[in-house]
């Protein structure tokens, strides 16, 4: 199993990014998959999650109302819309996927992460 995270970068604060993570090795369209972040000296922190089918998501309060995450199964791709970025923002972020949405952190597949800096 791959999952392939991509599209982090340097952006000013207030800007937009979309990171996007491309699936392989699994049946993706029966996977929950969620995204999450680690700053630097900080834990890892959940970020968001969609169902397999994209019927429920729920997100982290820091990030409600301006990340929006999404899937296209046809694509083995999940996506991290993230708009009016902040540099409280920045770190690396990490997709993962899961049998089991409500699982927490402990996901079976992760993948190796993108950075995002959001300079002030």
């Known amino acids: 199993v791959q999952l392939q995270a991509s599209g982090g970068g340097l952006v000013q604060a207030g800007g937009s990014l979309r990171l996007s993570c491309a699936a392989s090795?699994?049946?993706?369209?029966?996977?929950?998959m969620g995204w999450f972040r680690q700053a630097p000296g900080k834990e890892r922190e959940f970020v968001a999650k969609?169902?397999?089918?994209?019927?429920?998501?729920i997100y982290a309060d820091s990030v409600k109302g301006r990340f929006t995450i999404s899937r296209a199964n046809a694509k083995n791709t999940v996506y991290l819309q993230m708009n009016s970025l902040k540099p409280e923002d920045t770190a690396i972020y990490y997709c993962?996927?899961?049998?089991?949405?409500?699982?927490?952190?402990?996901?079976?597949?992760w993948g190796q992460g993108t950075e995002v800096t959001v300079s002030s």
């Open positions: 969609i169902t397999w089918n994209s019927g429920f998501i």
């Open positions: 090795g699994l049946t993706f369209s029966t996977y929950a």
């Open positions: 993962a996927a899961d049998k089991n949405f409500w699982r927490d952190s402990e996901y079976d597949y």
